[in-house]
Every structure is written in C-alpha cells, then in structure tokens.
C-alpha cells in the first residue's frame, strides 16, 4: 500500500509541475512582455563617479520589474561622453543577476556630451543586434543625461523613431535643456520626459519611470483618432464595431448577431496595465437596468475572473472586479453603491469611468466622482481565456445594450481628459434639431496677465460646444447598437 500511495503521490507532483509550468507562460503583466531595452547614459565629466554610481542603481531599480530573458526583455547599455562605448551588448545577459552584476561593474568615462552621437550608435548598432528568434515588440530606448548635448539630437532622434524606437528623456540636474530633451522624446513630453532635481533624489521618479516602461510594455497601441493616446479600443478590437448594428440617434429595431467571441490573449496580449481608465458609455434600457450583467469580463480557461465591470440593475450598484495578492483568495469586488450611480439605470446616455490605480480605485458618472475605494494589489492576468461583453452575471446568455464608448487608457492622467462630453452631445442628437441647449457665453474671468477674456455670443458658445463635443470624443464615429 505504501508503495502504491508514493507511486499515486508521486505522479500526482509530476502532473502538478507540469501543469504550473504551463500555466506559468500564460500569465501575463508587463514583466513578461516583450522588449529591447536600451539604456543610453550619459559619463560626461560633469556627472562624477559618486552621481554616476546612482545611475548605474537607478538603472538596476527600474529594470527589476521586467524579467530578463531572451523571450521577454533583453537589456543593452551604451554609455557615452565624447563617443559611445557599448558596455553591454542587448541580450548579452539573459539573467537578472548577470545583468545587474554587468551594469554595476561599468566603468565611468568622462568628457564631453555628445548625446546625439550616442542615440544614433544605439539606433544603428545596438538595436539591430539583437539576436532574439522573434523580433520583440518593443524596442524602447531610455536617455539619461545632466546636461545639454553638444551636438544635433533632432536628426538622432528622427532616425531611431524611423526604427520603431521610442525615446524616453531623463533628465538630471539644472543644467538640462527642456526644449532639448522633448525634441528627442517621443511625444507627449508628459509621458516621455522625466526630470529629477538630481542624481541624489533621482530614486524619486524611479516608480514613474517603471510605471510608464511597464505602460509601454503593455499598450504598445494608439487609440484610433487621438493624439498618441495609449490603450485599448474595446470597440474596434472586439470587432464590437463590425458585428453590431450601428444606429444614428435613437432606438432602431432589435438586430441579433452572431455571438462575439475574443480570446483574450488577442485584446489584451501582455496583459493589462498596472493603472489605467476604464471608460464605457453605455444606454441601459427596459429590461437591462434590471438585470445583473457584465458590461465586460476576462475569464481564465476555468471561468475566474481576472477582470470585470458589473452593472447591478437590481441593486443599482457597480462591482468592479480584479484579480488579488491576497493569500487564499482568487478575486477581489469592489462594489460601488452610493446613491449618485442609480442614474446610470434610468435607460438614458451615460458614461461611467473607472480610475485604477495599484492600491485605489475612483468611480465616476457622467465625470462627476462618486465613491473611492482601496483596492488590494492586483497580480497579473491569464491571458488564455476568453473577454466578453454585456453577459449576464455568471451567465452565458447576453443582455441587449447600446454602447458607445468602451475604452481602457493605460495612461491614469488620461482620466482628467476624458471628460464625458459625449453625453450632452447625444442630447444634441437626439433631440433632432440644430437647437443647441447651450447658455449665452458670460464675460470671462481674467487670463494670463496682459490678457482678459473676450465676452463670447451666443452663437460663438454653441459653435464652441459643438466643437469641442465632436473634437473629444468622435461621437458620429461610435455610435452604435450592440445587441446578440
Ligand atoms: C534603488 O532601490 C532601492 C530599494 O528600493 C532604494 O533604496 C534606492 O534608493 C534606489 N536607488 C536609486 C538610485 O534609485
Ligand atoms: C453638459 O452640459 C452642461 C451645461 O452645458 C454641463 O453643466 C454638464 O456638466 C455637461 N455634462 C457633461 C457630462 O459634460
Ligand atoms: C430638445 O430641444 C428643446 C428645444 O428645442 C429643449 O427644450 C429640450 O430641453 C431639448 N431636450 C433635450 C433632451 O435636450
């Protein structure tokens, strides 16, 4: 019997480890994406030993969050002053100590500070060296410097966009050039340039830093008709767009399409951001605001969810759910009930924004804040199984809704931006006339100094609201049915 009970144990850890080892390569958050990281630092002289040191373990702290491996990322480092020097080649160590042992044991150089020259050697002799079987997804180049550059960067930089590079900026200390470091970064500086006060407190942007290369792991993706807008356009990737009937204005007759199915290694392949906006703009009618559905869900291949919206018709609540730390626990909910949300189910336009960050999490509707909420630290998703849309809660079946809006923003800032202007637009178009409920302009308070503001007409206020309605958020664009 002993014997047989150790054969039974035995084979039950074999089949245990493999299955660990599977399901370990479906697990996906920025640490398994797949990246060429160049770091491009500066070793003028103005820099000096002690700061230089701090640079090569700021280098270390932000890399710790990637995993080091010919699949996943593959790290280079150039160091420059007068020339480049390549101290370690991409991919030359495809384990995190060997890499940290290689970029502590850097050697300072010292002279002058050619950073162009340094971004055009990364551009043609560093990034085309890597010898990785598939290309990665990402090539990413981090510029660290404490003062201007002695030669043209402009061109450098053109150059390594043209390779599909982006640029990051940091810079150090007082001396930096601003104009100088957003002409080489990608855009918008509010993302790609970084400043510390100096090496000594530069561990200050180290979370920013890793925060914004594990965004650029994650959502490689602009969304469509924005300005370098990174995230997800749920709509146009689960072909919600094209399976869908799209209506103008209001109700249309019921249409029923084939069931839309996505895996969700397609929507979301690295997984989902460490913060980031979830936006939907939804039109709840009879008997929808009286159901129990998920708006939008992620289910591993053994149905957990890894991530969910839930609009309670019956309770009048919003649940979001995510994946947790927590010892002993698969999921965590976070329900928000304040009695600002019910409006969300009286079967008229609106939009409801949830702010993730690692540790809290914000609803609003309509832009307007209702309840804010800890959140536990959320571990990465499975990608392997399947995302949804409108699904009755714990369900198959799907619940008719109209949507015109269903967008993730990796990008938590992008929260202020998004303004749900879409709302009183479709008032506007609803309401089938040009008659546009806007107030006469009042006199504005005073601007900048030396400049006031004008006193705006009427028509020149509607003509404005107008705009900006149409500018930020391409209602006409996305304005549809969705209904199985
Ligand atoms: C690196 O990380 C360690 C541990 O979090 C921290 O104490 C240190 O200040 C960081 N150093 C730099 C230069 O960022
Ligand atoms: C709609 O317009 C009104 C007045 O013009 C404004 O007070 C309200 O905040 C707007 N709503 C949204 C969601 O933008
Ligand atoms: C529609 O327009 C009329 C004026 O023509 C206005 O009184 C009414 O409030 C508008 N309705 C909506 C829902 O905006």
Known sequence: YRLLFLFFWLTITLLKCVCLHFFCHLISDCSTASNDLVYIMDGSSSVGTPDFNLAKRWLVNITSGFQVSSRH?????????????????????????????????????????????????????????????????????????????????????????????????????????????????????????????????????????????????????????????????????????????????????????????????????????????????????????????????VLSLDGRKQFAVTLNGLGKSVTFTSTTSTINKEDQSVIFNDRGIKRLFDSRWHQVKLLVKPRRIVCYLDNMQIEEQLLEPVVPIYIQGKTQVAKKFKMEATVPIEIQKLRLYCDPEQSDKEMACEINFTLFLTNNSIVVQGKPGERGTPGEPGKEGNKVSESMSLQFQHLVDYSCCHCLKYWFYYSM
Do not use: W
């Not at 160091?79 to 850097?106: F, M």
């Not at 930089?157 to 050039?177: D, H, M, S, Y």
């Not at 990608?186 to 000594?200: D, F, H, I, K, R």
């Not at 925060?211 to 490689?220: D, I, Y």
């Open 73 to 297: 990322t593959q790290v280079g480092v150039v160091q420059y002053s007068d020339t480049p020097r390549l101290e370690i080649p991409l991919g030359k160590h495809l384990s995190s100590p060997e890499l940290v042992g290689a970029i502590n044991a850097i050697s300072y150089l010292g002279g002058n500070t050619q950073t162009g020259r340094a971004i055009k050697f990364a551009t043609q002799h560093v990034f085309p060296s890597s010898t990785r079987t598939h290309p990665a997804r990402n090539r990413i180049a981090v510029v660290l410097t404490d003062g201007r550059s002695q030669d043209d960067v402009v061109d450098a930089a053109v150059e390594a966009k043209a390779q599909n590079i982006i640029l990051f900026a940091v810079g150090v200390g007082n001396e930096i050039l601003n104009s100088e470091l957003v002409s080489m970064a990608n855009e918008p500086p509010s993302t790609y340039v970084l400043y510390a006060e100096g090496y000594s407190s530069i561990s200050n942007i180290q979370d920013a830093m890793q925060q914004k290369l594990c965004q650029e792991s994650v959502c490689p993706l602009q969304i469509p008709g924005t300005a370098n807008v990174k995230g997800f356009e749920l709509l146009s990737r689960m072909q919600i767009d094209i399976k869908s009937k799209k209506v103008q204005g209001s109700l249309m007759s019921e249409t029923r399409i084939k069931s839309l199915l996505c895996l969700s290694r397609d929507i979301f392949p690295d997984g989902l951001p460490p913060s980031f906006v979830f936006v939907a703009t939804v039109r709840l009618k009879s008997p929808t605001n009286h159901v129990k559905f998920d708006l939008i869900r």
